[in-house]
């Protein structure tokens, strides 16, 4: 399925991961589809590549299902955290989830242990990691459904501009 793509720049490497922070959409009550649809769709893909390694920060959405689906493929992710003290906010329902990721990955990088003083630093500190992912990386994917917000579609775009590395864009929208 994805022939081109291997042949284009081969298997084995290091990827970095962004995904869309509106999954699974519940506006439209199509979370079970959305999600599955995701699984069928992004599974393939990263079968295929056959990632050495995948560099990560899931925020809440499609970034945090993705570390079970690393898990489950035998896959070493490491999770790129911002700051410490970034994955305290999350929402309860997603807090077990993370947890298990955070576990279940061979590492964690926490950028830095100064926990941001305004909106302005955390931002910065985002960024930050965002770099950190794109430069560690020979791959980058990025992942999206029919409703990314403005700074998942921003970001995508920032990244398909990126002229040193692949970049897979993918919808796994319904």
Same mark, same amino acid.
């Given at each position: 399925m994805y022939k081109d793509i291997i042949s284009m720049i081969g298997t084995g490497k290091i990827i970095g991961f962004f995904g869309?922070?509106?999954? /699974?959409?519940?506006?439209?009550?199509?979370? +079970?589809?959305? $999600?599955? %649809?995701?699984?069928? $769709?992004?599974? /393939? @893909?990263?079968?295929? @590549?056959? /990632?050495?390694k995948v560099y990560i920060c899931p925020e809440t959405g499609l970034s945090t299902s993705m570390l079970a689906l690393f898990a489950s493929l035998g896959i070493p992710?490491?999770?790129?955290?911002?700051?410490?003290?970034y994955f305290d906010n999350i /929402?309860?329902?997603?807090? @077990?989830?993370m947890f +298990?990721?955070? %576990?279940?990955?061979?590492?964690?990088?926490?950028?830095?242990?100064?926990?941001?003083?305004?909106i302005h630093y955390e931002q910065k500190l985002v960024l930050e990691s965002q770099k950190f992912i794109i430069n560690n990386s020979d791959i980058i994917i990025s992942a999206f459904g029919n409703n990314p917000n403005k700074k998942f579609?921003?970001?995508?775009? %920032?990244? +398909?501009? @990126? %002229?040193d590395k692949p970049v897979i864009a993918i919808s796994y929208a319904t």
């Open positions: 869309d922070s509106n999954f /699974p959409n519940s506006v439209q009550g199509k979370t +079970l589809k959305d $999600r599955g %649809e995701a699984i069928k $769709r992004i599974k /393939p @893909l990263i079968s295929a @590549l056959k /990632p050495s992710y490491s999770v790129v955290n911002p700051y410490q003290g /929402p309860q329902k997603h807090k @077990l989830q +298990l990721g955070l %576990e279940n990955s061979s590492s964690v990088i926490t950028m830095t242990d100064k926990i941001p003083s305004s579609k921003n970001k995508t775009q %920032e990244l +398909l501009d @990126l %002229e």
